[in-house]
Structures are given as C-alpha cells and as structure tokens.
T-cell receptor, first 112, second 110 residues
Framework: GNSVTQMEGPVTLSEEAFLTINCTYT??????LFWYVQYPGEGLQLLLK?????DKGSNKGFEATYRKETTSFHLEKGSVQVSDSAVYFC???????????FGGGTRLMVKP | DGGITQSPKYLFRKEGQNVTLSCEQN?????MYWYRQDPGQGLRLIYY???????QKGDIAEGYSVSREKKESFPLTVTSAQKNPTAFYLC?????????FGSGTRLTVV
C-alpha cells in the first residue's frame, strides 16, 4: 500500500533560520502530494500541493518540489518566523483520488 | 462561506458509553472522511463515504460506526467497544482532489 515517511520532530529553529522538513513516499502510479499545516487545537489547512513530477508547490514562502526519481517532497522555507510554529504533515493522494495517506507529522518550534 | 463544521469542540465521555460526533459540510462535496489523531502521531483513517448511503471501513474502524443518510452529514459514533477512544477526531470532505478539514473534536474518556 501507499505510505509517507516524514522526519521526526520536534524541529527547533531560531527566527530567520532555513527550514527543511524531509518527506519521502511509497506509492503505485502517479500520486498527488501535499503539505498540510496544523496550528494548536485546530484542524488541517492545506499549505501547498503538487500533482505531477517536477511540479513545485509554493505558498507563504514555503516550497516543495515533487521528485519522482527520489520519491521525495521535502518542505523548505528560507526564513522562518515564530508564527510558523505548528505541526506539518506530508500527504499523498492516490491515483483514484479517494485515499489520502498522511505521514506522522513534524512539529516545528521557532524561537524569537 | 462554505466549510465543514464539527461539534462539539470538546467532548467528555464516561467509560462504557457511546458518543456521537457531528460533522456537517455545505460544500456540496460527495466524499467525506473521519480521521483519528493521537498525540505526536499522524492521522489514521477510520471510515469514509464516497456517496450518500454508502461508506467503507478505513484502517482503524473497530469500535466505531458511521452513517451517511444525507450528503451534508457524516456523524461518527464512538462505541463502548472502542478500547482507547481518547483522541482528536478530524472530519474532512473532498470533491476531486481538494480536501477540506473541520476544526476537530477532542474526545476524552473520564
């Protein structure tokens, strides 16, 4: 079956530091890939997505590139802010579009 | 504005009791989903429904039940058979490849 693996957290950074959260996946066919963000006590919000190989998703300074050759979708941001502190989930949507599989989540803590 | 409403936000249940979590959407989405989230862990699929009057078990359906009598509503019942029900429950809906999540219900067994 499909699976998503994320780096374990927490990731603790100082403000303005560079962020990378690794995500790799196992899937058949051509899945779509997503990053979701969860702020404390809230549901998930879509951060960015990519639907085919070499696509780059971007939003709010975050970026991730769909790398089929390495089955990866790493999340990056050049300069994090305290307000970016949250849990980030990498997810994969199967070909049929009816099953979203999540990674375990990575907690990011940004200190002033 | 369209969206998904989960209620209540916090729920307390005594051991041995059934409890129902509400999920309502006005997005006109055909598919709806229930996920469970435990502290420090990812989301696990409990049940999903692709269309009214039909639903399928997810990875951890034991101890849970659902119904889908209306397109807008997909309530989840946590039964007394669920051995460890304390968790954060998230409902989602989708049309095509876009998923929308509710704000969640935190269930605590006391």
């Amino acid at each position: 079956g499909n699976s998503v693996t994320q780096m374990e957290g927490p990731v603790t950074l100082s403000e303005e530091a560079f962020l990378t959260i690794n995500c790799t996946y196992t899937a058949t066919g051509y899945p779509s890939l997503f990053w979701y963000v969860q702020y404390p006590g809230e549901g998930l919000q879509l951060l960015l997505k990519a639907t085919k190989a070499d696509d780059k998703g971007s939003n709010k300074g975050f970026e991730a590139t769909y790398r089929k050759e390495t089955t990866s979708f790493h999340l990056e941001k050049g300069s994090v802010q305290v307000s970016d502190s949250a849990v980030y989930f990498c997810a994969l949507l199967n070909n049929a579009g009816n099953m979203l599989t999540f990674g375990g989540g990575t907690r990011l803590m940004v200190k002033p | 504005d369209g969206g998904i409403t989960q209620s209540p936000k916090y729920l307390f249940r005594k051991e041995g009791q059934n409890v129902t979590l509400s999920c309502e959407q006005n997005l006109n989405h055909d598919a709806m989903y229930w996920y469970r989230q435990d502290p420090g862990q990812g989301l696990r699929l409990i049940y999903y429904s692709q269309i009214v009057n039909d639903f399928q078990k997810g990875d951890i359906a034991e101890g849970y039940s659902v119904s889908r009598e209306k397109k807008e509503s997909f309530p989840l019942t946590v039964t007394s058979a669920q051995k460890n029900p304390t968790a954060f429950y998230l409902c989602a809906s989708s049309a095509g490849r876009g998923y929308t999540f509710g704000s969640g219900t935190r269930l605590t067994v006391v």
